[in-house]
T-cell receptor
Framework: GNSVTQMEGPVTLSEEAFLTINCTYT??????LFWYVQYPGEGLQLLLK?????DKGSNKGFEATYRKETTSFHLEKGSVQVSDSAVYFC???????????FGQGTTLQVKP | GAGVSQSPSNKVTEKGKDVELRCDPI?????LYWYRQSLGQGLEFLIY????????KSGLPSDRFSAERTGGSVSTLTIQRTQQEDSAVYLC?????????????FGPGTRLTVL
């Protein structure tokens, strides 16, 4: 079945640092790929998505490119802010039902 | 507009009791999902409803877990004879059509604690 692996946290960065959170997947077919974010005390919300190979999803300064050849969907941001502190989840959508398979989550802490 | 709502927000129960968790999806969304978020298992899929089709129950961890969706809208997740390992946050999500490219919108969750 499908699986998603993302880098373990916590990741601690200083404000304005460059962020990369690695995510790789195994899947049959061509899943859609998502990054969800969970801010402290809040629910899961979609950050960005890509639905086919070479697509780039972007939102709030975050970007991720669907790389079929490396089965990856790494999340990047050029300059993080304290307000980006949250747990980030990479997910792959099943090719038939759309159910999401999540990675284990990566906690990001940004210090001023 | 209104997002996905869930009730109760918190539920504390004793081992062996039954519990019901409710989800109200976004109006017009035909697909509804239940997930569970726990420390040991992360975020895991439980069950999926799409329109009038038979639900995908492949993620339910045991036969103590069941769910129904009445009238294509509200859904109830029932856990019978709760165990301590059922303690988790239960998340509901809905999407427009349930397709692989659809965005799922999540509710705030129900935190279940089994004593």
């Amino acid at each position: 079945g499908n699986s998603v692996t993302q880098m373990e946290g916590p990741v601690t960065l200083s404000e304005e640092a460059f962020l990369t959170i690695n995510c790789t997947y195994t899947a049959t077919g061509y899943p859609s790929l998502f990054w969800y974010v969970q801010y402290p005390g809040e629910g899961l919300q979609l950050l960005l998505k890509a639905t086919k190979a070479d697509d780039k999803g972007s939102n709030k300064g975050f970007e991720a490119t669907y790389r079929k050849e490396t089965t990856s969907f790494h999340l990047e941001k050029g300059s993080v802010q304290v307000s980006d502190s949250a747990v980030y989840f990479c997910a792959a959508g099943s090719s038939n039902t759309g159910k999401l398979i999540f990675g284990q989550g990566t906690t990001l802490q940004v210090k001023p | 507009g209104a997002g996905v709502s869930q009730s109760p927000s918190n539920k504390v129960t004793e081992k062996g009791k039954d519990v019901e968790l409710r989800c109200d999806p976004i109006s017009g969304h035909t697909a509804l999902y239940w997930y569970r978020q726990s420390l040991g298992q992360g975020l895991e899929f439980l069950i999926y409803f799409q329109g009038n089709s038979a639900p995908d129950k492949s993620g339910l961890p045991s036969d103590r877990f069941s769910a129904e969706r009445t009238g294509g809208s509200v859904s109830t997740l029932t856990i019978q004879r709760t165990q301590q390992e059922d303690s988790a946050v239960y998340l509901c999500a809905s999407s427009l059509q349930g397709g692989v490219t659809d965005t799922q919108y999540f509710g705030p969750g129900t935190r279940l604690t089994v004593l």
